[in-house]
Nanobody, 121 residues
């Protein structure tokens, strides 16, 4: 089994910054793609950013230039640095990690429990 623990959410004013973290633990041989999604009230969950094992990153157009995704493979942790936050960034943010549990296993996707980010004046 794999556990993901998220932290870093909170209430901030427009223009401020937050840093989210998601640490993976458990039966992990290797980690492939790590990413962040978000879901605002009344809306579908959407992709925010992903980072491959190679370090290649992808971002939703709405966050390009403001958010930065990174990973620390030794700590099995993915981060999301969010700058210049806007009210429309308000959502529950979920990390998603693709884990290979053993050398002879296929990969599986795991989700964090979600952390609330609220941007309001």
């Amino acid at each position: 089994q794999v556990q993901l623990v998220e932290s870093g959410g909170g209430l901030v004013q427009p223009g401020e910054s937050l840093r989210l973290s998601c640490a993976a633990s458990g039966s992990i041989f290797s980690i492939r793609t790590m990413g962040w999604h978000r879901q605002a009230p009344g809306k579908q969950r959407e992709l925010v950013a992903t980072i491959a094992a190679s370090g290649d990153t992808k971002y939703a157009d709405s966050v390009k230039g403001r958010f930065t995704i990174s990973r620390d493979n030794a700590k099995k942790t993915v981060y999301l640095q969010m700058n210049s936050l806007k009210p429309e960034d308000t959502a529950v943010y979920y990390c998603n990690v693709e884990v290979v549990p053993s050398p002879w296993s296929l990969s599986s996707n795991y989700w964090g429990q979600g952390t609330q980010v609220t941007v309001s004046s």
